[in-house]
């Protein structure tokens, strides 16, 4: 499988908690009604915490001081699956909607986008 990984900062006009909920509560539900037409199989969005925890990553790493305000991962069966659906006239309308929707709450600018495959190196989950 492939898995487009977006790397999301929110509009500087919203708050924290404003960008959370618009992504999880309107384009959350915008996207899943989109899925079967781009092809995708799964979709998880992944929203900063506010901890002190991430402080003392950054630092420890010297990492910048802003950090994304969260990530959205997109699988599909693959680049050929991916082409297809958002290749589509129906893909490329759902395209263009996803971006029209993602400008009520992403900092488009200074966020990233990417295609990925996983190499997993070990699962607990399952223990």
Same mark, same amino acid.
């Given at each position: ?10 509009? =500087? ?12 509560? !309107?384009? %959350? ?8 037409? !781009?092809?995708?199989? #799964?979709?998880? +969005? $992944?929203? &900063?915490?506010?901890? @002190?925890?991430? /402080?003392? &990553? ?5 990492? +910048? =001081?802003? @950090?994304?305000?969260? &990530? ?5 069966? $693959? !680049?050929?699956?991916?082409?297809? %659906?958002? %290749?589509?006239?129906?893909? &490329?309308?759902?395209?263009? +909607? ?8 992403? /900092?488009?600018?200074?966020?990233? $986008?990417?295609?990925?495959v996983e190499h997993e190196?070990?699962? #607990?989950?399952? !223990?």
């Amino acid at each position: 499988m492939i898995k487009l990984t977006y790397a999301m900062r929110k509009r =500087p006009d919203l708050s924290d908690a404003e960008f959370q909920r618009y992504w999880k509560d !309107v384009h %959350g539900p915008f996207v899943a009604n989109l899925a079967a037409t !781009v092809r995708a199989k #799964r979709y998880v +969005q $992944s929203h &900063l915490l506010d901890t @002190p925890i991430n /402080d003392i &990553l950054r630092q420890s790493r010297g990492h +910048q =001081p802003k @950090p994304f305000d969260g &990530l959205t991962e997109i699988w599909w069966d $693959s !680049v050929e699956a991916f082409m297809a %659906g958002n %290749g589509s006239p129906e893909g &490329l309308k759902a395209g263009e +909607q996803f971006v029209k929707d993602e400008a009520n709450f992403v /900092d488009h600018a200074n966020s990233v $986008s990417f295609i990925t495959v996983e190499h997993e190196v070990f699962d #607990r989950t399952t !223990v």
